[in-house]
């Protein structure tokens, strides 16, 4: 069974860090593609960050440049380092493959961006 732990977010600020991590159990890491998703009340969910099996990375434009996404294979894990975050950043984090699989969605992390 496939099981998406989300950890590591909280308040911030502006200008500020944060290390999130994804510990992913189940089939759904092995060479696939993941990625750092994020929501806000009212809008649909928004892929920010996608790595490939092998490393290769893609942003979306309002986060390049600060954020990078990273996995380790042998412990089923896949990392979003956020730095120079921005008020904007504010919402709920989650991962899930690339595509992703609705049934898969854990509980998400809260990251709040706020002086």
């Known amino acids: 069974q496939v099981q998406l732990v989300e950890s590591g977010g909280g308040l911030v600020q502006p200008g500020g860090s944060l290390r999130l991590s994804c510990a992913a159990s189940?089939?759904?890491?092995?060479?696939?593609?993941m990625g750092w998703y994020r929501q806000v009340p009212g809008k649909q969910r928004e892929l920010v960050a996608t790595?490939?099996?092998?490393?290769?990375?893609n942003y979306v434009d309002s986060v390049k440049g600060r954020f990078t996404i990273s996995r380790d294979n042998a412990k089923n894990t896949v990392y979003l380092q956020m730095n120079s975050l921005k008020p904007e950043d504010t919402a709920v984090y989650y991962c899930n493959s690339v595509p992703h699989m609705n049934a898969y969605w854990g509980q998400g992390t809260q990251v709040t961006v706020s002086s």
């Open positions: 790595i490939t099996y092998g490393g290769s990375t």
């Open positions: 189940g089939s759904i890491f092995s060479f696939n593609s």
